[in-house]
DNA sequence: AGATCTTTGCGTCATTATGACACAATAAGA
DNA sequence: TCTTATTGTGTCATAATGACGCAAAGATCT
């Protein structure tokens, strides 16, 4: 294995990924359970010299679920001195986690950017990278210990995901191509934490215009069969825009 | 003069920071004029290598501005490969802005934090760094010329600012402690860019309850004298925490 | 002192958005 | 065909918003 400062990196910055799933009435993380350690973390990586700091949290979500071209935000650098501490450096290498080699360029002090995304859960094929024994999804509300600030970050990304949640339909992301208003009106309860009134749920959704009918209906259930609702790009796309809800 | 690198900076890493003020009805940032050269440039600076990220967005906040505990945010990671090409750095070397021993430091490939500040026009002394001339507020509406990407980082911050509008009151940090309720709808109006209705924003504005009345009143117009109203700063926080708008 | 000018404080009214809730329609299994 | 669970679509009262009117009050001018 190489040096990686050799490789080319960008010194002392690091990425983080806080990868949200929706499934089985769940909101889920995407974690790496460490090698030889009972300790989880979120995937990230480092940045190549000849890379943009998003290009290379991109490339790092696509090694770890597969997908391309998927909603990607930056949320907050994390910059604390303290936060990559020499004692955790040196559990990394008597684990076995990292070789001695590399535990120079392990022990700088990094700087974290913290990028939140959000995926359809079914498309996910989640690969482990080189310091994790496998990758699989958490539920937020049973998380697993996590190294180092990992869950600080992680929180912080929620509450982030929360708010935008406000002014944007940002949650289309989550959902594969076809719901059902339930579906979706379970997401939006499940990230927010409250119920919500289906009959306001279903008014103030189509009020914003940014869904359509397939003409499809979901069956199976013992009960009404629901209408499939897909989302309209073109005018979803203007909704970003402009935010839902414009004040003044 | 030291190495920038050997006085102990984190590598690789900068800041920028947007500044803004509101003074004769318009919003001002204040910008930094470079030695020898007719480009502006937006205060920053590095990262020592004992201090948060924040904490040194502070600093540099201070050393510009003499302010302290001042309203402060990142809103963007500038992270591409391009930002800081080698031609800017033989210029600022020509051009005698940096000393040919800091050239190997300015020469890294940057990444630059934004961030973007409130402060109170009329408590600022604008105070120059080592590799500019001057230091002075300039309107949004009429900026000079600017260094490499720092015209795009001013404007991305204003759009996080028009953002965050509608969401909190931020602009608290921009008016002194007292102030007519016109002059807050101006300074709305002057970030929104538009007109608004005078009886209804009053209304809007009171629903919040975070101001209230000093019990003085601005004289010296020809005209009625308006109430003077200041913060509630109990109030202020649990709106800051909430939200203005709760969306469900 | 009184007229004039300007901006302020505080309303009204119509329209729209929101919260609480009722009821008929329908897919699947008994 | 009957039952059950869930769906689609309403209504109604209340709250928030947009458009606008008017009297009150400082300062200046006559």
Known sequence: MHDFALEGYHPGLSLDCVIFGFHENELKVLLLKMKN???WALP????????????????ALFERTGLKDIFLRQFYLFGNPERNNADHVEK?????????NLKSWFSQRFVSMGYYSLVEFSKVTPVPDTISEFCEWKPLSDLPPMIIDHEEILQRA???????????PVWLNLLPEKFTMTELQTLY??????????RNFRRKILSWEILVETGERRT????????LYQFDLEKYDRALREGLKQGW
């Open 189 to 198: 309860e499940t990230i927010l934490g409250k119920q919500l009134d289906r």
């Open 37 to 39: 350690w009972d300790k």
């Open 220 to 227: 199976g259930g013992r009960h009404k069969a629901p209408i």
């Open 158 to 168: 929620y509450q982030t995901l929360k708010k935008e949640l406000d002014d944007e």
């Open 92 to 100: 990394l290498v008597k684990r076995g986690v990292i070789q001695e």
């Open 44 to 59: 990230g990586g480092f940045v190549p010299k000849n890379m943009g700091v998003d290009e290379a949290a991109a490339e």
